[in-house]
């Protein structure tokens, strides 16, 4: 079975500091994928960024990178030059193989409020 | 279509109702999941379907839950005999085959009173 855990339920950043957010995983496969979403208030789902476990550079998509630590078992999520609209619960997730298909595993999310 | 579209948006039902929600997938994307997200909560993974077939329902919570999934591609969500607690938000998303990126809708904001 799949575990993925955020420690912080909630962080604070000045605008334009860079922040980080923890996730650790727990798995038994040796493929999987890595995923954080973005949540703002409206409740949508916004995808931003994939590690794949065979993937040897750390992923990145603009202000987003993950810090991917595969021995740690941790894939955090860095936030650069933080923006107001980056307010918002970001949740880590874990695409691992069950019953036939890849199914992703979400954490208990972490709220982010950016401080002008 | 463009998105994951999900009917109704919001639905209010009396405990004891049966309601149904709608998942329209993404046109070409095999595989469909389904996921309920109570207030403050993370994502709860309730049942996925590749094509037609649901291979695994043990993230139904009850046998009040069924889905099904009809030519590939729109999903239904029953809930029958509604409790308070299922009030939550349940978020359907699609991917391709394999895919490494779920697309998901805007969610249908139940509320059980």
């Known amino acids: 079975a799949q575990k993925i855990t955020q420690t912080q339920p909630g962080m604070f950043v000045q605008e334009k500091e860079a922040v980080t957010l923890d996730c650790t995983y727990d798995?038994?496969?040796?493929?999987?994928?890595l995923f954080w979403y973005k949540q703002p208030s409206s409740g949508e789902m916004i995808f931003l960024i994939y590690?794949?476990?065979?993937?040897?550079q750390n992923a990145t998509e603009g202000r987003y990178s993950l810090n991917f630590q595969k021995a740690r078992k941790s894939a955090n999520l860095v936030i650069s030059a933080s923006q107001l609209g980056d307010s918002a619960m970001y949740f880590c997730?874990?695409?691992?193989?069950?019953?036939?298909?890849?199914?992703?595993?979400f954490g208990r999310g972490t709220s982010l409020i950016v401080h002008p | 279509g463009a998105g994951v579209s999900q009917s109704p948006s919001n639905k209010v039902t009396e405990k004891g109702k049966d309601v149904e929600l709608r998942c329209d997938p993404i046109?070409?994307?095999?595989?469909l999941y389904w996921y309920r997200q109570s207030l403050g909560q993370g994502l709860e993974f309730l049942i996925y379907?590749?094509?037609?077939?649901?291979?695994?329902k043990s993230g139904l919570p009850s046998d009040r839950f069924s889905a099904e999934r009809t030519g590939g591609s729109v999903s239904t969500l029953t809930i029958q005999r509604t409790q308070q607690e299922d009030s939550a938000v349940y978020l359907c998303?699609?991917?391709?085959?394999?895919?490494?990126?779920?697309?998901f809708g805007s969610g249908t904001r139940l509320t059980v009173v």
């Open positions: 998303a699609s991917s391709p085959a394999g895919g490494t990126e779920y697309t």
């Open positions: 046109s070409g994307h095999t595989a």
């Open positions: 798995t038994s496969d040796q493929s999987y994928g």
């Open positions: 590690q794949g476990s065979y993937d040897e």
């Open positions: 997730a874990m695409r691992g193989y069950r019953g036939g298909s890849y199914i992703p595993t």
């Open positions: 379907f590749q094509g037609n077939s649901a291979p695994d």
